[in-house]
């Protein structure tokens, strides 16, 4: 039985998802089709911005390159640790359902997140990313997306500011997911004000709050508190914490989900 072209193109996204770059040879060996049938697949979901195609392939898209001091540009930051930050994306994506109603704010770890998460249905998701809101839509038409409004940053595709702050108010969510510069005993840490801020509201209107960091956050020291440790319910990683951080977290009762990336 012949495979419907949309279905094929679901599981092609899934297949350069998990391998991050792959040939037309291989997905016409994985999918039974022929080379010209992928390469038409592989031109319309380039079109749809769910893929890379290059020349006899494809791969993830990437989102964009800047530079910057500080913290790392975002393109930059997006490539640091990736497949940390995929195996992060995928678990933390799996503790979610339709219905689910989710403020997410803007991080390299939550686009990537937005990448897995989008292929549910039935979501509500409220953001200031302007990445986040277009991948949870253009994959399922059943997605429902709140780009909140506000002063416009470029480099990482986000809004901020007093507008921002106001308009999240205006939600109440079951769920934020968040991600943050830096962990320490402090409590969750960001280096940038701004994004500290809408953080902080996004936790003052969810019920539960969940936190995506690869491990190297563990290890950082940040500048703006975001929250104290006991506010977050789960922290979703790759690697075990230890040392002081990971007694700081268990005092604080924070649920510690180990996401170790896959080899290959």
């Avoid at 994959?139 to 921002?164: C, P, V």
């Avoid at 840490?189 to 701004?194: G, I, L, N």
């Amino acid at each position: 039985m012949t495979m419907k072209p949309r279905i094929r193109q679901e599981l092609i996204v899934d297949y350069v998802r998990q391998h991050e770059k792959v040939t037309v040879d291989a997905l016409a060996a994985a999918f039974e089709a022929s080379r010209e049938t992928i390469r038409r697949d592989l031109t319309d979901l380039a079109h749809r911005g769910l893929i890379k195609k290059f020349h006899g392939g494809a791969a993830l898209p990437e989102i964009m390159v800047f530079d910057g001091r500080g913290e790392n540009p975002f393109l930059v930051r997006m490539q640091e640790n990736l497949r940390e930050k995929r195996a992060i994306a995928r678990r933390a994506a799996a503790l979610f359902q339709p219905g689910d109603t989710i403020l997410i704010d803007t991080g390299t770890t939550t686009v990537v997140f937005a990448d897995e998460l989008c292929r549910l249905s039935g979501l509500t998701v409220i953001t200031n990313s302007v990445h986040v809101a277009q991948a949870m839509t253009r994959a399922s038409d059943q997605n429902t997306a709140f780009l909140i409004g506000g002063k416009y940053r470029d480099e990482s595709g986000e809004n901020l500011g007093a507008m921002t702050v106001e308009e999240i108010g205006r939600f109440h969510a079951k769920y934020a997911v968040l991600t943050v510069g830096a962990i320490e005993e402090a409590g969750f840490m960001d280096y940038d004000m701004e994004e500290a801020e809408i953080a902080r509201t996004m936790i003052a209107q969810s019920r539960h709050i969940t936190v995506l960091a690869d491990s190297s956050k563990l290890t950082r020291t940040g500048l703006f508190q975001v929250c104290p440790l006991g506010k977050v319910d789960r922290l979703v990683t790759d690697r075990m914490p230890t040392g002081n951080v990971a007694d700081a977290l268990a005092r604080a009762g924070v649920e510690i989900i180990i996401a170790p990336p896959t080899s290959g």
